[in-house]
Structure formats: structure tokens, C-alpha cells
């Protein structure tokens, strides 16, 4: 069965690197997968050729253009399934079905971003023309229930990720030589966007705040995006550590075994891939108590959570944990162990069990 993911685009993401591990795998259940990107080339590219998945980049076009579609449809030609990632994909991916009636199209959505105005019309209408909508935790399947047709298949396929071995002792001193650590680090890193829904401006803040008297205490940043100079101006107090890495498109995952926190105060999450594979490399964690978060971190033996926009309670909570090794374990332990019930081989199954069912059997 040919599936064809469709998405924003190429460049480094956590949904993107979630899209192309989904297709990559699929292929031992006999799918033929391929990506489609709305946009420019990017290193997505070259992760998704390297595991055996075409890319075909659809080039700097604007969603729901008469140019835009006519593309969109010859590079899912042929697919039995078209599956859309987040709300614009899916949009354009419902109107090129105009092109290829017998085409099915199905959804995942990876964020909370309820469509408004025009939009939620169309939305609603394209529900009505997919075969289900997938929600990636509790949180967004009650937003999508607030706005879908009475009766649109919703269903709910948690992220899941490759549970790797611990990492070794020699993996962590070649993480940390990378980051520019010190021996004595005592490391709080974030991966992700540099952007305000992921809160790293609170992160700093909260660095500065409350552990400038903790010389032992380094914040490592590992990404890109709108808030980079501001970053870069706000952690400046934090001197030397600070550890402001931009993007970094090969191994960014392998450097969490070089970390001794994980913190992601995000201010809006719907399910954070870089906070599963933080718990897969037993990193306790600090973030703000969305549901979302606490759907990963239910009770607190795994992590520390903190009102969100507190930044003193962020504070407080990275302290906490920098002064305490032990307690620092315990949570990375229990952290590790949870998250086995968030594995890529269910993901893949499941998703592979839904594009089966949702293609006709022609006799």
C-alpha cells in the first residue's frame, strides 16, 4: 500500500523527525511510503532518502492555490493514502483529493491549534471528506472533539519513539565535549524550537534569576528559530555558562546523554518528542503543568512540574534538582521506565492497522 506523508517541511523538527521515523518503519509492514513537503529543500531530505522514503519537495508554493494543488496531487499520485501532518497539510491534502477521488485522506494532529474563522468552515467540511482524524494525546483529541462534525473518527495514536540502550559512560563524555561542559557541570539542557510557544526565553530567565549563585549550574540550548538573538542577549549574564548551540541537524538526540536535567517550560505542548527521548535517556524533567505534560509525567515521580509562567517556580524546581544528584537519579530512573509505554513499534502498528482500514477491499 503507498502512503504519502504530507508536511510543512524540510527543515529539523521534532514532528518532522517523528513523520520520517513513522514511514521508514512502516516499510517492514509492507507499506510503500513517501514525503511530501510544502516548501524549500532541507535536511529532512537527506534523513528521509537515507531510510529508504522518496521526498518530493513541492517547491515555494501557498496552500490551496489552483499551482499549488495541481503539484500537491501529482506527488501523491498513486497513493492509496494521503496522510496529512497539522492543519494546513490536511487542508491541501482534502482539496487535492479532488484530483484523485479514490484517494483516502487521514490526519494526525501534533499540536493544540483549533482552526478559526474560514478556516474552522473548511475544517470542518474536510473532516467530513477524511477517513479519521489522529490526535497524538488526550489533550488534543478533546480539541479536535470541540470542533469536528458530530461523528468524524477521532482516534488516538500516542508518539512513540526507539527505546536505545542506557547510554555509556563514553557516550556521555563525547556528548559533553560537544556541548563544552566542564566536568563539574551540573548540565540543563532544552532541544526544540527557539520560539515563545516552547518557552526558552522562561528558561532563561530562570537561570539567570535563581542559579547565577550556583557555579555548577549550565544551560545548554540546542536549536533555532525567531527567539535566537534574544536568547543569546538574555543568557549573556550566565557568561561562559551558557552553551548556545543553534541547530544542529546531525546527533542533536545524542547529546542528551551529556545532560543531567531536561527542562522544556513550554507555554503551549501538545506531545514533545524531545521529552520522550529525554525520559528514554533518563533525564528527569522540569516543565509547566499542561495537560499535556502531565499525560507523560502523571504523578510526579518522574518529574518536576511547575504552574505554568512561574518562572520562580521553574527556578526553584532546576535548583532543586542541581543540588540534588540523588534525587536527580530517582526521577531519571522512574523516567526511563515509563516510557516504554510509548514505543515506536506500537505507534507504527497502529498506524499501519488505520491505513489498512481505511481503504476499501475492491473484490
Known sequence: ?????????????????????????????GMEPSLVAFGHDGPVRAWAEAAGVPVHPLGDVRGLTVEGLRRLARAVSGAAVAHAHDLGPWLNAVAARGLAPRMRVLATFHQLSPPTGGRRRAARFGARLSSALVACGSEVRAELRGWVPPGTPVVTI???????????????????????????AVAIGYLGRMHPEKGPDLLVQAMVRHLTDL??????????????EAIRAAAAPLGG?????????????ELLAGLDVYAQPSRREGRSLAMLEAMA????TVAHRLPAVAELH????????????????LGAALRALVRDPARRASLGNAARARVAAFSMDRMVEAYVHLWRASVPVRG
Open 1 to 29: 500500500m503507498k502512503v504519502a506523508h504530507v508536511i510543512h517541511g524540510l527543515e529539523v523538527g521534532g514532528l518532522e523527525r517523528l513523520v520520517v521515523n513513522l514511514a521508514a518503519r512502516s516499510r517492514e509492514h
Open 158 to 184: 500516542a508518539n512513540g519513539i526507539s527505546l536505545m540502550a542506557p547510554a555509556t559512560l563514553e557516550q556521555r563524555a563525547r556528548a559533553r565535549r560537544r556541548m563544552g561542559l566542564p566536568d563539574d
Open 215 to 228: 557555579p555548577q549550574a549550565h544551560l545548554v540550548l540546542v536549536g533555532g528559530g525567531p527567539l535566537d
Open 241 to 253: 555558562r551558557a552553551h548556545l548551540l543553534g541547530q544542529v541537524v546531525d546527533g542533536a538526540a
Open 281 to 284: 535517556a533518563s533525564l528527569p
Open 298 to 313: 502523571p504523578d510526579g515521580s518522574t518529574a518536576m512540574l511547575v504552574p505554568p509562567g512561574n518562572v520562580a517556580a
